[in-house]
């Protein structure tokens, strides 16, 4: 590699980590950036939590069912007089229980609810790590992995070899 | 035709059962005779279930009401096309054809495999006519399409509303079946492979390429579904997470985690345990959501009410799962391989860590859907968990998917040194960087929206020169398509970073409301306004269309017209709105009537501005062509030089490589 490509190259990866850098710093610009949500967008967010309890699937801010549209009429009117979010969604809960939550309540039952991906997420890292880490020590030595290149036959390893020649075209 | 239709069903169940036993003793070589007879059996039970559902396609086109499903879903009143797709609008009928599509693929297995028959074959022809014989079973039994009326009534009830108000009813279902059902055959040869005890790797390819079809199949189906809620249904989104979407969604991601892991056998003879119980665990997968949808479970759209054969399927499934992991786990040692990795920067990790979020995607589907159906048979607590829930509790999933997608396909099998990986990822980063940095400046206020955005602008980026650069190479469409599998996967890549992209920006990036005009009135909504120039009502033979008339003048003045309606069918108390779309490359507007006043004199419209929702239908359409592309029949190629023809490592490697 000569010289300038070398500079080149740096030159590059230094432009790109800038480029990164900016890119966080505008995301947490952004995240931070005073944005106080309007009364319609208070409004929608809250119907959006809620199920049309006559509707199969949409929630209360999607259906065009008369329920809905009578939720949507009483959630507006609520945010208009100062009510807060919370206990606007009490409020449905307490006419229509708890079933009227799109996202279970984070008490009693419904918290097993909210643990379910966690614990899913925590399974899947564990079972992923094991799988990297033995197939790392099976390289390493001492794993039942490492015997094997002894059983190749030699056409076998001619196989691999032009296989392997053929990857490192196809990949440069 | 009823006749014709209960006789043919009993004849096909019969044909099926033969040819499963047929089938079976055919696995002995010295039963040669009795194979060919299964493979023949086959095509008749193919031929048969046609007439079947022929039989009942006349039926519904000569209005004979005399047939209970006839009378139940269609009527006098109901055009010839959507009396055709009545053969599928409900439960009774669309089993019909879910049994031909099954029926096709068994036909279909019994053609491909009429000369190079892999050893094993018998048993997998076996278990398709097995699962073939317990779907007919339930047309002989619970449950009874052609049963008859004892007083024909003078007309139907006609399709359910909602099913016929979009010529997407066609094609939906049909694909989703193909799909669906298609599950069947990897699987048939997977259990093929365990019961047969041969290397599990000559089994590779075969099941490879049929789950590729039908993950294509599948990717269709789902792609129509969210078309046809976009367009049909009236409240502007594609994907309500309903639990029937969820459990179409399931298979599709256990399919794409194996089409990834199968990678790591092929190439390095690692995982063949791992992947046999990801395609036993799609089948189980599906025949679990054909549960929940059919055994009267579920109450949506999608749900066929008063069905009492879920205690049918449930056997089934415990069957399934019995059966499929039993058989894994009494070959466990001829399947465990050893995994081997050479460093963590290597495609083989990148795989692993492909199939650790799409399993945890799938599981944490999976128990949202079914955790208020466990909370109220053992809790008696009715709880709901929909969209916000699955949506805040996925998306971490699919973030980390799409960071994966940008780097995986750049590092290196085997071993890659972080120089290089960065050096390739630089172009990829930077674009990333700079629309991050644009989004947010443009004053996008959402974190997740931004980074979702920048990071498929990394996988576009990043795999869109991969593909260009090999294309480049390679020259040639022939040469091309020779490497067709790798391309294939870039591509469907490409197309998932673009319908990622708009998934992201339609639900975080849109705006939404709802506008009460009279007549003449004009409003304003999000840079557009809106006037209401009157109502036109139209009586048609099976329903009452009111035609709400808009003017819409957009930014730069320009004036479009647009008409939303309302249908009102006699057999719904509710009227059913059509929406009006104008879509455009990056803003839809979309307008839907949600009521009426004074005869018509004022109008609620439910009005959308979204961006992003032809990137999803672009990015489908991408991913299936890349399907059929990686899924491309490859016979040619295969006579001129079996070991190294398109630089891809061969199976015979990973046996060769085995003790």
Redesign the interface.
């Known amino acids: 590699m000569s010289a300038a490509r070398l500079a080149g190259?740096r030159l590059?990866?230094v432009?790109?980590v800038l480029?990164?850098l900016?890119?966080a710093g505008?995301?947490v610009?952004?995240?931070t950036?005073d944005?106080a949500p309007t009364d319609?967008e208070r409004a929608?967010a809250i119907a959006?939590?809620l199920?049309c309890p006559v509707c199969?699937?949409?929630?209360a801010?999607?259906?065009?069912?008369?329920l809905a549209?009578q939720m949507?009429t009483e959630i507006r009117q609520q945010v208009a007089a100062g009510v807060s979010d919370e206990e606007i969604r009490r409020g449905f809960v307490e006419a229509y229980?708890?079933?009227?939550?799109?996202?279970?309540?984070a008490d009693?039952?419904?918290r097993?609810?909210h643990l379910?991906?966690v614990l899913?997420?925590a399974?899947?890292?564990v079972?992923?790590a094991a799988?990297?880490v033995?197939?790392?020590r099976?390289?390493r030595g001492g794993?039942?992995?490492t015997?094997?290149p002894d059983?190749?036959?030699s056409?076998?390893r001619t196989?691999?070899d032009?296989?392997?020649a053929?990857?490192l075209?196809?990949?440069p | 035709m009823a006749h014709l239709g209960q006789l043919g069903l009993l004849l096909a169940l019969a044909l099926a059962a033969y040819g499963m036993v047929a089938a079976f003793a055919g696995a002995s070589p010295r039963r040669a005779a009795w194979l060919e007879s299964a493979r023949l059996a086959a095509f008749a039970v193919l031929l048969v279930v046609l007439v079947v559902n022929a039989a009942m396609l006349i039926a519904l086109l000569t209005d004979d009401f005399s047939v209970r499903y006839v009378a139940e879903n269609s009527s006098t009143a109901t055009p010839v096309f959507f009396k055709t797709l009545s053969l599928w609008a409900s439960d009774d009928g669309s089993l019909l054809l879910w049994n031909l599509v099954l029926a096709g693929y068994g036909a279909a297995v019994a053609w491909r495999f009429r000369r190079d028959r892999p050893a094993g074959f018998p048993v997998a022809l076996g278990v398709m006519f097995l699962v073939q014989s317990f779907y007919l079973l339930l047309v002989n039994g619970p449950s009874r399409p052609f049963a008859t009326l004892a007083t024909a009534p003078l007309d139907g009830r006609g399709p359910a509303p909602l099913l016929q108000n979009h010529p997407l009813m066609a094609v939906h279902p049909p694909f989703l079946y193909l799909g669906f059902i298609g599950f069947t055959v990897p699987f048939a040869f997977a259990i093929a492979s365990l019961v047969s005890g041969s290397q599990p790797d000559r089994w590779v390819e075969v099941i490879r390429g049929w789950t590729i079809a039908v993950w294509t199949f599948l990717t269709v189906g789902l792609a129509l579904g969210a078309l046809w809620s976009y367009s049909v249904l009236g409240w502007g989104g594609y994907w309500a997470w309903d639990p029937v979407e969820n459990v179409a969604l399931l298979p599709w991601l256990v399919a794409t985690a194996f089409l990834h892991s199968v990678m790591l056998q092929r190439r390095s003879g690692m995982a063949t345990l791992w992947n046999v119980g990801l395609v036993i665990g799609a089948f189980a997968l599906t025949t679990f959501g054909t549960f929940l949808t059919r055994g009267s479970v579920l109450t949506s759209i999608h749900a066929f009410a008063d069905s009492s054969i879920g205690p049918a399927y449930l056997t089934f499934l415990t069957v399934v799962l019995l059966g499929g992991f039993g058989l894994v786990v009494w070959r466990l040692p001829l399947l465990r391989s050893p995994a081997r990795m050479d460093s963590l920067l290597s495609r083989e990790a990148a795989l692993v860590g492909n199939n650790v979020l799409l399993l945890a995607a799938t599981g944490i589907v999976l128990l949202g859907t079914v955790f208020p159906m466990v909370a109220e048979a053992l809790f008696d607590e009715q709880l709901t968990v929909g969209r916000p829930y699955f949506e805040s509790a996925v998306t971490p999933v699919f973030l980390l998917l799409l960071l994966l997608m940008g780097v995986g396909p750049l590092l290196p099998w085997r071993r890659g040194t972080p120089g290089r990986a960065l050096q390739r990822l630089r172009l990829p980063a930077v674009a990333a960087a700079l629309l991050m940095v644009v989004l947010t400046l443009a004053g996008v206020r959402s974190t997740g929206a931004v980074v979702g955005l920048g990071l498929a602008a990394l996988v576009v980026v990043g795999t869109g020169r991969e593909l260009v650069r090999g294309v480049r190479r390679d020259g040639g469409a022939r040469r091309v398509l020779r490497g067709s599998r790798r391309y294939g996967g870039l591509l469907v890549h490409v197309g998932l970073a673009i319908l990622a992209a708009g998934v992201i920006a339609s639900s975080a990036l849109g705006q939404e409301g709802e506008v009460t005009l009279a007549k003449g009135e004009t409003a304003t909504f999000a840079g557009h306004e809106l006037r209401y120039d009157g109502l036109q009502t139209d009586r048609q033979p099976n329903r009452t269309v009111l035609t709400v008339a808009l003017t819409v003048t957009g930014g730069g003045g320009d004036e479009l017209r647009l008409d939303p309606r309302l249908n009102l069918y006699p057999a719904a108390s509710e009227p059913i709105a059509s929406p009006a779309i104008d879509r455009g490359p990056v803003w839809d507007l979309y307008t839907s009537v949600i009521s009426l006043q004074d005869n018509g004199d004022s109008a609620t419209i439910r009005v959308l501005h979204t961006p992003g929702v032809n990137w999803l239908w672009l990015g489908a359409l991408l991913m299936v062509l890349g399907g059929v592309l990686a899924g491309w029949p490859r016979r040619v190629r295969r006579r001129r030089d079996p070991a190294t023809a398109d630089g891809h490592v061969p199976p015979v490697v990973a046996t060769g490589a085995r003790p």
């Open positions: 190259g590059g990866l432009l790109a480029a990164l900016t890119a505008a995301l610009w952004g995240a950036a944005r319609q929608t959006s939590g199920r199969t699937d949409l929630s801010a999607d259906s065009s069912a008369p549209r949507r229980g708890p079933s009227v939550l799109l996202t279970p309540p009693g039952l419904g097993v609810a379910l991906p899913v997420l399974a899947a890292a079972g992923g799988v990297l033995s197939g790392r099976a390289v794993g039942p992995g015997a094997e059983h190749r036959s056409t076998d196989l691999v032009r296989a392997l053929d990857l075209k196809e990949e």
